[in-house]
């Protein structure tokens, strides 16, 4: 069955302007760009009259989806008391179950707002794994190794995590072209080095990416100093982790853009195989900093955009962190060129898929998945776009609400207000009873 967007405003990463045209869908891929003439083969046809944009889906491409049922807990707290004092006590209580539930909830507001496919590192993987093919979305997975107090058969906690996290990999990579699995090390205070060397070797030697808190909090900083007894560019150096293809670094508030110093100095580090994910809502309200954000756009890295968990940020919704991610740097460096809005659009879209080993996905092109957004641009807010400053409309103006449909593969999973791979109803009492057993 072929769809037909006729008539629609058509705007990727890599467009410097928006083309008013038609793109047809078929067997879940992009079959035809036009312009001009409308093609004529479709089983259905979805009317742009000319007040409709077609975008590729978003990448949220750092959460912990299950933490939806953990909204709103320890409210404006620095990071390390929030996490010791309000989270960890809060998730020993959690199941597979919760898990499962959690997850399904969150990927009903991601699907609401675009996202097409999202990275979590969170555990009990399973369950993440299972609600991320019930509902079609796409999904990169790692189970959050840690380091922690051995189990009743001696095992420590970062050996059995690694184990699984590996488990993960055989058993989920691939899954009808809907999910990837990377190695998730916490972070470096969480993983003891000797062990981040091990999962780091073990990565290059199975081919496997890894997704990583990188230097979220300025914390972290003294951390490496004190207890480390190295600089955090040491730590990447040694541990090996940018020889990794597909490394992904979450956060990276603290990071120097200096180590990536492309002057060709010995002392620089090479950033070609690594992402770093930005997550500007998250990290203001945890009061963790900003990320340098503008700086590090000129060096060989990868960009992406992600949320954090609910319990953070609080939203799952990429539209709030393009708009932060473009704002914020202008104001911090007083600089209102920095950061455009184009760029920002590639970051939520191309380099998120890319990061976790999606290929052919987050652009609008002949032969590439059909992983789309459809947005309503007969709103007020829009009064004034065309080709020229759609992706700035989009950026500064727009909103999730502008939703009308989300696609994965030319299906539809969302299409106006209506979920059309899972029984909305029966996940949100699911994930209230989940959220109600684990904070009684």
Request: net charge negative.
């Amino acid at each position: 069955m072929a769809t037909l967007f006729k008539d629609v405003y058509i705007l990727d990463g890599e467009r410097e302007r928006a083309r008013r045209g038609h793109v047809v869908v078929s067997k879940g891929v992009i079959k035809q760009v036009a312009e001009g003439a409308v093609p004529s083969a479709a089983d259905k046809v979805i009317e742009g009259r000319g007040v409709h944009a077609l975008l590729p889906g978003f990448v949220n491409a750092h959460t912990h989806a299950a933490m939806t049922l953990l909204r709103g807990l320890g409210e404006e707290a620095p990071l390390m008391e929030w996490l010791q004092k309000k989270i960890w006590p809060v998730e020993a209580k959690l199941k597979p179950e919760h898990i499962y539930h959690g997850t399904a909830g969150g990927i009903l507001e991601m699907l609401a707002t675009g996202t097409t496919c999202f990275a979590d590192m969170y555990f009990e993987m399973d369950g993440v794994a299972q609600a991320a093919l019930d509902a079609g979305i796409r999904c990169a997975l790692c189970r959050g190794i840690t380091d922690g107090v051995a189990g009743p058969d001696g095992v420590r906690k970062v050996d059995r995590s690694l184990e699984d996290n590996l488990r993960l990999f055989d058993k989920w990579h691939g899954r009808e072209g809907l999910l990837t699995v990377q190695l998730g090390p916490h972070a470096p205070y969480t993983v003891p080095f000797d062990d981040m060397k091990r999962i780091v070797a073990t990565a290059k030697q199975r081919g496997i990416g890894i997704h990583f808190h990188f230097l979220e909090t300025e914390w972290e900083l003294g951390y490496m100093q004190d207890t480390l007894k190295m600089r955090p560019d040491e730590y990447l150096r040694e541990t090996g982790i940018l020889e990794v293809r597909g490394a992904v670094l979450a956060h990276g508030v603290w990071m120097n853009p200096d180590w990536a110093d492309d002057s060709g100095s010995r002392a620089a580090l090479d950033f070609s195989m690594a992402t770093i994910v930005h997550c500007p809502k998250s990290n203001m309200k945890l009061g963790s900093g900003v990320t340098p954000l503008d700086r590090w756009m000129d060096k060989s890295v990868g960009l992406a955009l992600g949320t954090d968990g609910a319990s953070s940020n609080n939203r799952l919704d990429i539209w709030d962190e393009m708009r932060a991610a473009a704002l914020v740097h202008k104001g911090a460096t007083r600089n209102p060129t920095a950061v455009p809005a184009l760029d920002v659009l590639r970051m939520a879209t191309l380099e998120g898929a890319r990061a976790f080993g999606f290929a052919n996905k987050g652009l609008i092109r002949e032969g590439w998945a059909a992983d789309l957004v459809l947005v309503d641009l007969d709103k007020p807010h829009y009064i004034g776009f065309d080709e020229e400053n759609l992706a700035s409309f989009i950026v500064y103006a727009g909103s999730s609400a502008d939703v009308r449909g989300t696609m994965v593969a030319g299906k539809w999973l969302y299409l106006d207000g209506d979920y059309k791979t899972v029984n909305r109803d029966e996940i949100m009492q699911k994930a209230l009873e989940s959220r109600k057993s684990i904070t009684s």
